[in-house]
T-cell receptor
Framework: ETGVTQTPRHLVMGMTNKKSLKCEQHLGHNAMYWYKQSAKKPLELMFVYNFKEQTENNSVPSRFSPECPNSSHLFLHLHTLQPEDSALYLC?????????????FGPGTRLTVT | ELKVEQNPLFLSMQEGKNYTIYCNYSTTSDRLYWYRQDPGKSLESLFVLLSNGAVKQEGRLMASLDTKARLSTLHITAAVHDLSATYFCAVDMRSGGSNYKLTFGKGTLLTVNP
């Protein structure tokens, strides 16, 4: 596997379900990101992890819970979601540390909440 | 709060024609990125612009950055159908300490017609 991978690619869940999204990067990066892409809205940053530490939570509701066990893996745990949470969830990674670096994106998970 | 505005949001052009997409942003930043997204796919990095006056070219696309005007342009020369996609600009801004975060524009949906 190369680059940034995400599983599953598609997910349909009810509002009372609990599910998790997984992201893995094979680029040797130290920073990982979760973004939400909804129709007709700009790409929204949700969370940032730098060297496994969360450095950004962009006022995301607690029904989204991120987890970063190591620099290569990032999870997004989902619980009691709302229909408006239906969107494409994109994971990205970058070199990390200080400074700004180009982000590389995974293919995304298309989430539908019913 | 950093605001990033792209225009136009929708662009329909004929093959062989030239056009420019504009990206304005509201706060000083030295780093700007252009991404391409095909339908149902992830974001692909096109250009990384890191200083005032930076100009980069790849095939029929050329991107430039004017940090004093807070403006980046993506110029399309002699468009071909394969360029049909959504193009995003994203601006880096320090979000606290040594961390940076990207703010994306809404994207420009480009359709190139035969």
């Amino acid at each position: 596997e190369t680059g940034v991978t995400q599983t599953p690619r598609h997910l349909v869940m009810g509002m009372t379900n609990k599910k998790s999204l997984k992201c893995e990067q094979h680029l040797g990066h130290n920073a990982m990101y979760w973004y939400k892409q909804s129709a007709k809205k700009p790409l929204e940053l949700m969370f940032v992890y730098n060297f496994k530490e969360q450095t950004e939570n962009n006022s995301v509701p607690s029904r989204f819970s991120p987890e970063c066990p190591n620099s290569s893996h990032l999870f997004l745990h989902l619980h009691t979601l709302q229909p408006e949470d239906s969107a494409l969830y994109l994971c990205a990674s970058s070199q990390g540390g200080t400074g700004a670096y180009e982000q590389y994106f995974g293919p995304g998970t298309r989430l539908t909440v019913t | 709060e950093l605001k990033v505005e792209q225009n136009p949001l929708f662009l329909s052009m004929q093959e062989g024609k030239n056009y420019t997409i504009y990206c304005n942003y509201s706060t000083t930043s030295d780093r700007l990125y252009w991404y391409r997204q095909d339908p149902g796919k992830s974001l692909e990095s096109l250009f990384v612009l890191l200083s005032n006056g930076a100009v980069k070219q790849e095939g029929r696309l050329m991107a430039s950055l004017d940090t004093k005007a807070r403006l980046s342009t993506l110029h399309i020369t002699a468009a071909v159908h394969d360029l049909s996609a959504t193009y995003f600009c994203a601006v880096d801004m320090r979000s606290g300490g040594s961390n940076y975060k990207l703010t994306f524009g809404k994207g420009t949906l480009l359709t190139v017609n035969p």
